[in-house]
């Protein structure tokens, strides 16, 4: 196999253009599928389980494969795995602009992660490669850029397009930027290996990815046959063996897929405690204030895309004000404060009532805390092992995230529909197997539905209903970021292992970065990060 070149000095800007478009599509495809979601329900129908694979579809195969994907580039080509992976989101974009059927959209969006694995694995490694020194500063800090800015306007963009052209134009405007990144980038791109790369973990792939698989499709379910369900009960124990083969296999592999090891240290631990906490008090909203603000409270895709710009449109800047604040403020210390900023932020989201435009203060708040550790903790995930094991350390972390949001979304969304469930039991003289299904269909933001179930019930009745329901999963969520806030402050306070600094017996080879990279930044001492 030939050794791999050494980087440029500068490299190619069209190759950094290519993959910043190819990253732009990643926070879209997420955005996109939430807003967009009570369209597509109202076109082809589906029942509620099935309308939330549409983010989780995604969400599930992304998380899952991220890992096997980084694997794969530095074994293969980061090139061709790039081009593979952005080639497959392209094609999938396309054909869901034609889907005839939600559980074609479901398995196309499944697809669709697949290839964004594959894509953000290589394009990140291939950058890596194509630029050096201060130039690679400038290229990552530009790709973070490019996912603040999907995050921040693919809202926006998802409600002009359904309103002027239909669901369906979103996808084929996907595809479009997919084109252009093909043409921009595998011509110019110089093919890179690491010769010393692994073979793919294949048991730790496909006991991890059954692993979340069996315990999405639990927890989606959950609300339509409950937790006492014969059936719901054996996917959950199914997760759980397979948790454990994935453990067994993990601990005896020579070159592991995770590094389990690395969980010894205590500051380790405390960063997996930071996507944990967005996922919970940011990331899932970014899913639920949408389907509120269109299904519930009644307001149109540009208009929610529009209020969505409070809680998303912070993550421009506050990363990177966080990550200049950090050379003066423990970063530990900055994110555990921007978390309880964002639970503030959830305990007041609760008392809004629905269909007030109050909401748009404390989604402001939660898109201002969420930001600071938002823009430490890819960085704080490799600072905290010794610096042989950063490279496995951010692919932990990178899996965590993304994985973690996939379940976290599954999770909250159940959590809702049982709670506007609960609160239809107040209702007497209503039949139970119908409120549990007005309640899904309420958490998906499809009163129509819900009101066609319970005929007897007014539209006041459902949205108080619904009301209750959300502000008791905001103050749950609100705890939750509170628990992990104390959390980060107790270990991230921690001192260092005294052991950190001595080299492995046996270090893993590289993991691919982190799945939402951030602007890397000079180490002082021990390294802060390398750039995503």
């Known amino acids: 196999m030939p050794d791999t070149p050494q980087p440029a000095p500068t490299g190619d800007p069209l190759v950094l253009a290519a993959i910043c478009l190819a990253a732009l599509i990643l926070p879209l495809s997420f955005s996109a599928g939430a807003v967009a979601t009570p369209s597509i329900g109202r076109e082809l129908g589906g029942s509620p389980e099935a309308l939330t694979w549409i983010t989780n579809g995604f969400m599930l195969t992304f998380g899952s494969l991220l890992m096997a994907a980084g694997t794969l580039a530095d074994r293969y080509g980061r090139r061709l795995v790039f081009t593979a992976g952005v080639a497959t989101v392209t094609g999938f974009s396309l054909a869901l602009g034609f889907a005839p059927a939600l559980w074609v959209v479901d398995l196309l969006r499944a697809g669709q992660g697949i290839g964004a694995a594959a894509a953000l694995a290589g394009g990140t490694a291939a950058l890596a490669q194509e630029f050096d020194g201060h130039a690679r500063t400038r290229a990552f800090s530009l790709l973070g850029t490019t ?13 002009v397009l359904i309103a002027g052209a239909g669901w369906r134009a979103i996808f084929w405007v996907g595809a479009l930027v997919g084109a252009a990144a093909l043409v921009l980038g595998p011509p110019r791109m110089r093919e890179t290996r690491d010769p010393q790369a692994r073979s793919l973990d294949w048991p730790g792939t496909v006991s991890f990815t059954a692993m979340l698989t069996a315990l999405t499709v639990a927890v989606i379910e959950a609300p339509g046959r409950g937790w006492d369900s014969p059936a719901l009960r054996g996917l959950l124990a199914a997760a759980a063996l397979l948790l454990a083969a994935f453990v067994i296999i993990e601990t005896r592999a020579a070159r592991p897929m995770l590094d389990l090891r690395l969980f010894r240290y205590r500051r ?9 906490a967005t996922c919970a008090g940011f990331v899932v909203l970014l899913v639920l204030l949408p389907l509120r603000f269109i299904g519930i409270e009644g307001r149109s895709e540009m208009e929610a895309g529009f209020l ?11 990363p990177m004000a966080a990550a200049a604040l950090a050379r003066r403020v423990p970063p530990g210390l900055l994110s555990g404060l921007g978390l309880l900023v964002a639970a503030i932020g959830l305990v007041w989201l609760g008392f809004i009532e629905i269909g007030s435009r109050a909401v748009l203060a404390p989604m402001l708040l939660i898109g201002l805390g969420s930001g ?39 999770l909250v969304s159940a959590a809702l529909a049982g709670r ?17 299904q007005a309640g899904q269909r309420l958490a998906v933001g499809n009163p129509d539905a819900a009101r066609a179930l319970l005929p007897g019930l007014d539209d006041a009745t459902l949205t108080q209903a619904y009301q209750a329901a959300f502000t008791t999963l905001s103050w749950t969520l609100a705890a939750l970021t509170i628990a992990c806030a104390v959390a980060v402050l107790v270990l991230l306070a921690a001192p260092l292992n005294p052991r950190a600094s001595a080299p492995p017996k046996n270090p893993p080879a590289p993991a691919p970065g982190p799945a939402w ?16």
């Open 268 to 276: 380790f631990v405390g960063v997996q405690m930071l996507p944990v």
């Open 147 to 159: 996912f603040g800015v999907g995050l921040a306007f693919g809202p926006i963009v998802t409600g």
């Open 517 to 532: 990279p951030v602007r890397p930044r000079t180490p002082r001492g021990s390294p802060r990060g390398p750039g995503d």
């Open 372 to 410: 600071l550790p938002w823009g430490l903790m890819d960085g704080l995930s490799v600072a905290v092992v010794p610096r042989e094991r950063a490279g496995m350390a951010a692919g932990i972390f990178g899996t965590v995230r993304v994985a973690g949001e996939g379940v976290a979304l599954a």
């Open 308 to 318: 969505m710009l409070a809680l998303s449109a912070p993550m421009l800047v506050v």
């Open 420 to 436: 506007i469930a609960a609160e239809l039991r107040r209702i007497p003289g209503l039949p139970g197997a119908s409120r549990a």
